[in-house]
Protein backbone atom coordinates (compact mmCIF):
# COMPACT_ATOMS: atom_id res chain seq x y z
CA UNK A 1 0.00 0.00 0.00
CA UNK A 2 2.65 2.11 0.73
CA UNK A 3 4.67 1.99 -2.29
CA UNK A 4 1.21 2.32 -4.28
CA UNK A 5 0.81 5.99 -2.32
CA UNK A 6 4.04 6.58 -3.03
CA UNK A 7 3.67 6.29 -7.36
CA UNK A 8 0.54 8.24 -6.98
CA UNK A 9 2.25 11.12 -5.13
CA UNK A 10 4.99 10.99 -7.85
CA UNK A 11 2.38 11.16 -10.61
CA UNK A 12 0.76 14.31 -8.44
CA UNK A 13 4.33 16.14 -8.95
CA UNK A 14 4.95 14.89 -12.76
CA UNK A 15 1.19 16.32 -13.48
CA UNK A 16 2.31 19.39 -11.80
CA UNK A 17 6.08 20.00 -13.03
CA UNK A 18 4.79 20.05 -16.55
CA UNK A 19 2.00 23.43 -16.17
CA UNK A 20 -0.13 21.47 -18.36
CA UNK A 21 -2.76 20.89 -15.01
CA UNK A 22 -1.95 24.45 -13.49
CA UNK A 23 -3.13 25.87 -17.34
CA UNK A 24 -5.96 23.28 -17.40
CA UNK A 25 -6.71 24.81 -13.43
CA UNK A 26 -6.80 28.64 -14.63
CA UNK A 27 -8.98 27.65 -17.68
CA UNK A 28 -11.82 26.15 -15.31
CA UNK A 29 -11.21 29.55 -13.20
CA UNK A 30 -11.76 31.88 -16.27
CA UNK A 31 -15.02 29.46 -17.17
CA UNK A 32 -16.87 29.62 -14.09
CA UNK A 33 -15.85 33.67 -13.55
CA UNK A 34 -17.08 34.38 -16.77
CA UNK A 35 -20.58 32.48 -15.95
CA UNK A 36 -20.72 34.39 -12.24
CA UNK A 37 -20.37 38.04 -14.01
CA UNK A 38 -22.00 37.23 -17.46
CA UNK A 39 -25.04 35.78 -16.40
CA UNK A 40 -27.72 37.77 -14.07
CA UNK A 41 -31.89 36.34 -13.90
CA UNK A 42 -34.83 38.44 -12.91
CA UNK A 43 -36.80 35.23 -10.73
CA UNK A 44 -40.25 36.78 -9.65
CA UNK A 45 -42.39 33.76 -7.66
CA UNK A 46 -40.27 30.87 -8.82
CA UNK A 47 -39.89 31.63 -12.76
CA UNK A 48 -37.43 33.34 -14.82
CA UNK A 49 -39.02 36.79 -16.13
CA UNK A 50 -35.83 38.15 -17.84
CA UNK A 51 -32.22 36.82 -18.16
CA UNK A 52 -29.16 39.43 -19.08
CA UNK A 53 -25.90 38.20 -20.64
CA UNK A 54 -22.97 40.53 -20.41
CA UNK A 55 -25.68 43.47 -20.09
CA UNK A 56 -27.74 42.48 -22.67
CA UNK A 57 -31.21 41.49 -22.29
CA UNK A 58 -32.05 38.21 -23.87
CA UNK A 59 -35.98 36.88 -24.91
CA UNK A 60 -37.60 36.02 -21.53
CA UNK A 61 -37.70 31.40 -22.17
CA UNK A 62 -41.33 30.25 -22.15
CA UNK A 63 -42.69 27.05 -21.73
CA UNK A 64 -45.78 25.50 -23.23
CA UNK A 65 -48.42 23.84 -20.70
CA UNK A 66 -51.86 22.19 -21.98
CA UNK A 67 -54.92 23.55 -19.84
CA UNK A 68 -57.63 21.32 -18.95
CA UNK A 69 -59.49 22.81 -22.02
CA UNK A 70 -56.87 21.16 -24.41
CA UNK A 71 -55.35 24.76 -25.10
CA UNK A 72 -51.82 25.17 -25.24
CA UNK A 73 -50.74 27.50 -23.18
CA UNK A 74 -47.73 29.97 -22.16
CA UNK A 75 -45.68 30.62 -19.35
CA UNK A 76 -42.62 31.74 -17.71
CA UNK A 77 -40.25 29.28 -17.66
CA UNK A 78 -39.70 27.88 -14.26
CA UNK A 79 -36.66 28.37 -12.16
CA UNK A 80 -35.76 24.76 -11.48
CA UNK A 81 -36.65 23.95 -15.24
CA UNK A 82 -34.21 26.51 -16.32
CA UNK A 83 -31.37 25.45 -14.27
CA UNK A 84 -31.59 21.78 -14.80
CA UNK A 85 -31.61 22.05 -18.27
CA UNK A 86 -28.64 24.92 -18.39
CA UNK A 87 -26.92 22.14 -15.85
CA UNK A 88 -27.59 19.57 -18.01
CA UNK A 89 -25.62 21.02 -20.98
CA UNK A 90 -23.09 22.52 -19.21
CA UNK A 91 -22.65 18.87 -17.43
CA UNK A 92 -22.62 17.20 -21.47
CA UNK A 93 -20.00 19.92 -22.53
CA UNK A 94 -17.75 19.31 -19.35
CA UNK A 95 -17.99 15.53 -20.05
CA UNK A 96 -16.54 16.53 -23.63
CA UNK A 97 -14.07 19.51 -22.39
CA UNK A 98 -12.61 17.55 -19.36
CA UNK A 99 -11.98 14.26 -20.96
CA UNK A 100 -10.05 15.75 -24.20
CA UNK A 101 -7.69 18.03 -22.35
CA UNK A 102 -7.65 15.72 -19.38
CA UNK A 103 -6.05 13.32 -21.45
CA UNK A 104 -4.16 16.14 -23.09
CA UNK A 105 -2.80 16.75 -19.98
CA UNK A 106 -1.58 13.06 -18.94
CA UNK A 107 -0.43 11.80 -22.13
CA UNK A 108 3.10 12.23 -21.62
CA UNK A 109 3.07 10.85 -18.35
CA UNK A 110 3.48 6.88 -19.02
CA UNK A 111 5.84 7.19 -21.79
CA UNK A 112 8.26 9.41 -18.94
CA UNK A 113 7.92 6.57 -16.42
CA UNK A 114 9.45 4.38 -19.13
CA UNK A 115 12.59 6.22 -20.13
CA UNK A 116 15.46 5.14 -19.46
CA UNK A 117 17.30 6.43 -16.64
CA UNK A 118 13.53 7.07 -14.66
CA UNK A 119 12.45 3.63 -15.07
CA UNK A 120 15.59 2.14 -13.96
CA UNK A 121 15.56 4.30 -10.63
CA UNK A 122 11.79 3.34 -10.56
CA UNK A 123 11.93 -0.44 -10.41
CA UNK A 124 15.40 -0.33 -8.50
CA UNK A 125 12.86 0.06 -5.34
CA UNK A 126 11.20 -2.91 -4.32
CA UNK A 127 8.04 -2.81 -6.11
CA UNK A 128 6.35 -5.21 -8.54
CA UNK A 129 5.74 -3.45 -11.77
CA UNK A 130 1.61 -4.22 -11.41
CA UNK A 131 1.99 -2.04 -8.14
CA UNK A 132 3.76 1.16 -10.25
CA UNK A 133 0.93 1.09 -12.87
CA UNK A 134 -1.58 0.75 -10.48
CA UNK A 135 -0.23 3.61 -8.30
CA UNK A 136 0.39 5.43 -11.75
CA UNK A 137 -3.28 4.76 -12.80
CA UNK A 138 -4.43 6.01 -9.48
CA UNK A 139 -2.96 9.06 -9.42
CA UNK A 140 -4.24 9.60 -12.94
CA UNK A 141 -7.40 8.94 -11.24
CA UNK A 142 -7.00 11.70 -8.36
CA UNK A 143 -5.86 14.18 -10.91
CA UNK A 144 -9.05 13.82 -13.10
CA UNK A 145 -11.41 13.66 -9.82
CA UNK A 146 -9.98 16.79 -8.73
CA UNK A 147 -10.15 18.83 -12.24
CA UNK A 148 -13.74 17.14 -12.79
CA UNK A 149 -15.13 18.12 -9.23
CA UNK A 150 -13.40 22.16 -9.68
CA UNK A 151 -15.14 22.69 -12.78
CA UNK A 152 -18.08 21.09 -12.39
CA UNK A 153 -18.56 22.04 -8.61
CA UNK A 154 -17.66 25.92 -9.16
CA UNK A 155 -20.19 25.84 -12.02
CA UNK A 156 -22.53 24.39 -9.47
CA UNK A 157 -21.87 26.86 -7.26
CA UNK A 158 -22.28 29.89 -9.24
CA UNK A 159 -25.34 28.69 -10.28
CA UNK A 160 -27.02 27.57 -7.31
CA UNK A 161 -26.15 30.63 -5.99
CA UNK A 162 -27.37 33.22 -8.68
CA UNK A 163 -30.69 30.66 -8.71
CA UNK A 164 -30.98 30.01 -4.98
CA UNK A 165 -32.09 26.62 -6.95
CA UNK A 166 -29.94 23.93 -5.80
CA UNK A 167 -29.73 21.20 -7.93
CA UNK A 168 -27.57 18.38 -6.21
CA UNK A 169 -28.22 15.64 -9.20
CA UNK A 170 -25.61 17.97 -11.24
CA UNK A 171 -22.89 16.40 -9.36
CA UNK A 172 -23.85 13.05 -9.94
CA UNK A 173 -22.25 13.57 -13.74
CA UNK A 174 -18.82 13.95 -12.08
CA UNK A 175 -18.23 10.20 -10.96
CA UNK A 176 -19.31 9.40 -14.89
CA UNK A 177 -16.81 11.76 -15.98
CA UNK A 178 -13.65 10.39 -13.93
CA UNK A 179 -14.47 6.85 -15.23
CA UNK A 180 -14.96 7.77 -19.09
CA UNK A 181 -11.56 9.38 -18.94
CA UNK A 182 -9.37 6.60 -17.09
CA UNK A 183 -11.43 3.85 -19.82
CA UNK A 184 -9.95 6.01 -22.56
CA UNK A 185 -6.42 6.39 -20.59
CA UNK A 186 -6.31 2.79 -21.17
CA UNK A 187 -6.05 2.66 -24.64
CA UNK A 188 -2.98 5.85 -23.86
CA UNK A 189 -1.44 3.31 -21.29
CA UNK A 190 -1.15 0.07 -23.58
CA UNK A 191 -0.12 2.16 -26.83
CA UNK A 192 2.37 3.83 -24.45
CA UNK A 193 3.65 0.91 -23.08
CA UNK A 194 3.77 -1.27 -26.22
CA UNK A 195 5.63 2.11 -28.14
CA UNK A 196 6.20 5.02 -25.57
CA UNK A 197 4.98 7.37 -27.82
CA UNK A 198 2.96 9.93 -26.54
CA UNK A 199 1.52 11.34 -29.92
CA UNK A 200 0.24 8.18 -31.14
CA UNK A 201 -1.14 7.17 -27.42
CA UNK A 202 -2.86 10.38 -27.65
CA UNK A 203 -4.06 10.22 -31.21
CA UNK A 204 -5.62 6.66 -30.76
CA UNK A 205 -7.42 7.85 -27.62
CA UNK A 206 -8.48 10.45 -29.63
CA UNK A 207 -9.96 8.42 -32.89
CA UNK A 208 -11.62 6.21 -30.62
CA UNK A 209 -13.16 9.16 -29.51
CA UNK A 210 -14.27 10.48 -33.25
CA UNK A 211 -15.16 7.02 -34.01
CA UNK A 212 -17.51 6.77 -31.18
CA UNK A 213 -19.64 9.61 -32.90
CA UNK A 214 -20.47 7.23 -36.02
CA UNK A 215 -22.22 5.16 -33.32
CA UNK A 216 -24.25 7.66 -32.50
CA UNK A 217 -26.52 6.94 -35.59
CA UNK A 218 -25.88 2.82 -35.30
CA UNK A 219 -29.32 2.09 -35.37
CA UNK A 220 -30.14 3.96 -38.62
CA UNK A 221 -26.74 2.78 -40.24
CA UNK A 222 -27.44 -0.69 -39.35
CA UNK A 223 -30.18 -1.36 -41.81
CA UNK A 224 -28.20 0.53 -44.99
CA UNK A 225 -24.51 -1.63 -44.69
CA UNK A 226 -24.37 -4.58 -46.54
CA UNK A 227 -24.50 -7.88 -44.97
CA UNK A 228 -20.75 -8.99 -45.00
CA UNK A 229 -20.18 -5.73 -43.38
CA UNK A 230 -22.55 -5.27 -41.01
CA UNK A 231 -21.44 -7.89 -38.72
CA UNK A 232 -18.50 -6.21 -38.30
CA UNK A 233 -19.77 -2.72 -37.68
CA UNK A 234 -22.24 -4.24 -35.02
CA UNK A 235 -18.94 -6.08 -33.53
CA UNK A 236 -17.00 -2.90 -33.02
CA UNK A 237 -20.08 -0.78 -31.51
CA UNK A 238 -20.34 -3.49 -29.03
CA UNK A 239 -16.01 -3.51 -28.65
CA UNK A 240 -15.05 -0.11 -28.75
CA UNK A 241 -15.68 2.28 -26.38
CA UNK A 242 -19.35 4.44 -26.86
CA UNK A 243 -18.08 7.67 -25.63
CA UNK A 244 -20.30 10.16 -27.32
CA UNK A 245 -23.33 8.36 -26.08
CA UNK A 246 -22.45 8.18 -23.08
CA UNK A 247 -23.13 12.31 -23.31
CA UNK A 248 -27.02 11.25 -22.58
CA UNK A 249 -26.79 9.68 -19.37
CA UNK A 250 -24.52 11.99 -18.17
CA UNK A 251 -26.87 15.04 -19.30
CA UNK A 252 -30.11 13.16 -17.55
CA UNK A 253 -28.17 12.82 -13.92
CA UNK A 254 -27.28 16.30 -13.97
CA UNK A 255 -31.64 16.95 -14.90
CA UNK A 256 -32.43 14.64 -12.56
CA UNK A 257 -33.83 12.53 -14.51
CA UNK A 258 -34.07 8.55 -15.04
CA UNK A 259 -31.48 7.23 -17.30
CA UNK A 260 -33.08 4.21 -19.01
CA UNK A 261 -30.14 3.14 -20.85
CA UNK A 262 -26.78 2.40 -19.21
CA UNK A 263 -25.14 0.09 -22.32
CA UNK A 264 -23.10 2.50 -23.92
CA UNK A 265 -21.28 3.18 -20.51
CA UNK A 266 -21.16 -0.12 -19.31
CA UNK A 267 -19.47 -1.78 -22.17
CA UNK A 268 -16.96 1.68 -22.24
CA UNK A 269 -15.80 0.23 -18.78
CA UNK A 270 -15.52 -3.44 -19.92
CA UNK A 271 -13.28 -2.15 -22.95
CA UNK A 272 -11.46 -0.08 -20.36
CA UNK A 273 -10.81 -3.14 -18.11
CA UNK A 274 -9.38 -5.07 -21.03
CA UNK A 275 -6.99 -2.07 -21.77
CA UNK A 276 -5.85 -1.70 -18.92
CA UNK A 277 -5.42 -6.28 -18.68
CA UNK A 278 -3.27 -6.25 -21.69
CA UNK A 279 -1.44 -2.96 -20.74
CA UNK A 280 -0.42 -5.14 -17.67
CA UNK A 281 0.15 -8.03 -19.55
CA UNK A 282 2.56 -5.70 -21.41
CA UNK A 283 4.21 -4.39 -18.79
CA UNK A 284 5.19 -7.66 -17.00
CA UNK A 285 6.73 -8.86 -20.50
CA UNK A 286 8.08 -5.75 -21.33
CA UNK A 287 12.09 -5.52 -21.25
CA UNK A 288 13.18 -2.96 -18.68
Request: charged residues 10%; proline residues 3%.
Amino acid sequence: MTGIIGVVILTFREVWAKKITLGLFIVCTLLWLLMAFALNLDIVEGSISGIRIFGQTADTPTETHVDDAGNAVQELLSLETFVTTVESVVAGLAYWVATLLGLFAVSALMPSVLERGHVDLLFSKPLHRLTVLGGHVAGVASVALVLSTYLLGMVFLVISLKTGFWNVNFLLSIPIVVTMMLVMYGTMTLVAIRTESTALSLIVSYGLIVASLVFLAHDQLIPQINPPWRSVFVALYHILPNFAEVTEPVAKLARGDDVTRWYPFYSSVGFGVVMYGLASLSLLRRDL
